[in-house]
């Protein structure tokens, strides 16, 4: 799961490698709903050429693209009050989630770098998914 930042180029780097994210979105959502915040899914959006790239890498149905909804695009501030929320109950309890606890710590604090450097330049954004 990674972070797209709305225009060509926001003037910073926003990569994240948010693999131990993907792998362990169910026990992220559960936690974040726990936690009485937003689940990271809900901030997933895609374009014409994100999911072109998922049908590409053998992810979903052709024939679906010329249907898709416009992409949804979030508020830098929405995402950091779960991304935060989240690194807050990681520290708490590194054990949480299991062995990559730590991981997910670090790959979300990247997301808070990311979402804090998008609010601060009025800049919305969603999260993608690539399954490679």
């Known amino acids: 799961m990674y972070i797209v930042v709305e225009g060509e180029d926001p003037g910073f780097d926003i990569f994240v490698?948010?693999?131990?994210?993907?792998?362990?979105?169910?026990?992220?959502?559960q936690l974040a709903i726990s936690l009485a915040v937003r689940p990271l899914i809900e901030f997933f959006s895609a374009d014409e050429n994100s999911m072109a790239l998922l049908i590409e890498e053998g992810a979903g149905n052709p024939e679906l693209l010329p249907s898709l909804p416009a992409p949804q695009w979030y508020a830098g501030e929405d995402g950091l009050s779960t991304v935060q929320a989240l690194v807050a109950e990681l520290a708490r309890d590194p054990a949480i989630l299991?062995?990559?606890t730590e991981i997910i710590r670090e790959e979300l604090s990247q997301y808070i770098t990311v979402l804090r450097k998008t609010a601060e330049r009025n800049l919305r954004w969603h999260l993608a998914v690539s399954w490679r």
């Open 17 to 29: 490698n948010g693999r131990a994210i993907a792998r362990n979105e169910d026990g992220l959502e």
């Open 98 to 100: 299991g062995s990559e």
